[in-house]
């Protein structure tokens, strides 16, 4: 069916109207009417071609929420009129080794993202959620809990995510000092995952005026990264920590807070390689790892756990018509803390 | 009572006869005659003060073998006669939670090494192996397994452990992939020792040299790290990779080759900091962790394995009047694998 979206139809040029056909509802697919799509860096990445292997026109977005209003015959798991979330992944081939333990984002056949990925089923690419209308199979569609708002439930989709699944695997529990670095989109939600999992949340930043925010949001402590004695109190304490900057920084700073065996993950992509001194992760049994995102049966048991602790994303509603101001406050940090799409206003712009 | 040994007086002259008095035996202590010391790298930056902090004299030396020749009152592990060997460490406070839980190596007020460390008992400096006698309490004395060749043992208390310990602690068995990085002194032992836990165990190097001998050590590949097509084979497989160079290297390279969930550890410590590529982390979730020499109850694990697997160093035996062409030879990695000071030479010398 036809579908209205925003798109990109170079890496240069602004996000413009745009339409295209969706596919048919298949057997197995979920039809969703989006009433709002959460705006993730990856999105800027993306259109401006910044991560290599943009296909043009590109329609960014994939913190998805909206309402079902066709299911395939043989799908089980919706209804028409049920609430339903879509978040980075619409495919995997669903038969590797990665795909079987529920971890499709490490497909070994490659995921099919929801956007900018090749199409099994019409051999084009996939468009994401600045549309008003997505067809998603059942398997890689998830539940919304009914408690939470709706709009402030699309950026758990993918912020939720990265931030829940690397806290959860390194099994985050009541007691623990978790550090939380950078209070951005994601680091805003670690503080409330990492709080509604019992931790006490110390947050980095090198903000002042962030410090607030951050005890707000949950945190029990605030430390400015740049300060080196505040940085010594907290050497040898850490049972974890997760580093959402993006930036070029010092992770050794960081490595030292750690307890033995301490563990700190990155979920931001410097694009310039970080300068690591392995002394850091050798005294001390440290280690350094990465994420990305979760599987669909982890961010289903996300929100599932968002809806069971209240937990949303603190947003900024706008149009899609302001969707290229949002990007450039983005790349100046100027939003508390996640840009969502009201897609309404997508009608009411034709 | 009056030990003869060698020492560094300062950082730039070379090891040289020095004698000096070692405490009395206490009534936990055991005085070892040192029959062989293995000559680690860490005794060269040491003596050559390039870690910093080195008090001279100097006595270095920490893969000690010997034989029991007198036993305080308390002591009940040891009796006159039995073989001993003692490593990196001699003291630890023994009561931290790192102490408790047999990880001395981590001690929360400070490891007390074999030497260069401050000597609880005599407020001196701790004078290592390099020398023909040594006293030290039984709880960091251990038990040499009857089978192995003693001069061949000695390197075990450093660079066994070292290989052994995070090997262990990444849980290598049976069937899996295991990739170590550098055959010198270190990577020779996590060959033998990956073997011995009944690992696939694949050697990279840039040493066309080293092929043939990889293979008789054990390893079941060989692969050149610098031909990227040979490593590009290998992407994604590997369990665990222990990376025992200390030079600057592209430890990004072999980070792509572990699989999901897999884990990098480094042992060798770079001076430099090593440049990382996020993204080799997070794709794949995969971790870099260090580790460092191992306690002492691991320790004795390691000796009492070996003795079940034969497994020992190569090495070459050599009189502590060549000790310093020895560490010429070690700067231009000319040594199979491990030098191990015939320690009955001290006595001809004198």
Not at 48 to 61: A, D, H, L, Q, S
Not at 96 to 113: H, S
Not at 137 to 163: K, M, R
Request: proline share 3%.
């Amino acid at each position: 069916m036809k579908t209205n979206a925003y798109a990109a139809q170079n890496a240069t040029t602004s996000l413009s109207p745009f339409s295209f056909q969706r596919r048919d509802v298949g057997q197995h697919d979920v039809q969703i009417e989006i009433l709002y799509c959460g705006v993730c860096h990856s999105d800027l990445h993306t259109v401006r071609g910044e991560w290599g292997g943009t296909t043009y026109p590109c329609v960014p977005g994939h913190e998805i929420v909206g309402r079902v209003v066709k299911v395939g015959a043989h799908v089980e798991k919706f209804k028409e009129g049920d609430t339903a979330g879509v978040g980075c992944m619409v495919d995997s081939c669903r038969t590797c080794a990665n795909c079987k333990e529920d971890l499709e984002q490490f497909c070994e056949k490659g995921t099919i993202f929801t956007y900018n990925s090749p199409e099994k089923q019409t051999g084009g690419t996939t468009f994401g959620g600045y549309s008003d209308s997505i067809v998603v199979d059942e398997a890689f569609v998830l539940h919304i809990p009914q408690n939470l708002d709706l709009a402030a439930t699309a950026p758990l989709l993918c912020a939720g995510i990265t931030t829940y699944s690397p806290l959860r695997h390194n099994n985050v529990s009541k007691g623990q000092k978790v550090g939380v670095v950078g209070l951005g989109g994601l680091g805003h939600m670690a503080v409330k995952l990492a709080k509604g999992f019992g931790a006490h949340v110390v947050v980095f930043t090198t903000s002042s005026n962030k410090v607030e925010d951050a005890l707000r949001l949950g945190a029990d402590e605030v430390v400015n990264s740049k300060n080196a004695d505040e940085m010594k109190k907290h050497l040898n304490s850490f049972h974890f920590i997760l580093d959402t900057v993006s930036a070029q920084h010092d992770i050794n700073a960081y490595l030292l807070l750690l307890k033995r065996d301490g563990n700190l993950t990155q979920v931001g992509v410097p694009a310039e390689p970080l300068p690591l001194q392995v002394g850091s992760l050798i005294f001390g049994r440290r280690s350094l790892s990465g994420s990305l995102i979760g599987g669909i049966k982890e961010t289903q048991e996300m929100l599932d756990f968002c809806g069971e602790h209240n937990i949303t994303s603190d947003i900024e509603l706008i149009p899609i018509q302001n969707i290229n101001e949002a990007y450039d406050r983005l790349l100046k940090s100027d939003v508390k803390y996640r840009f969502v799409i009201d897609m309404a206003s997508l009608k009411q712009a034709l």
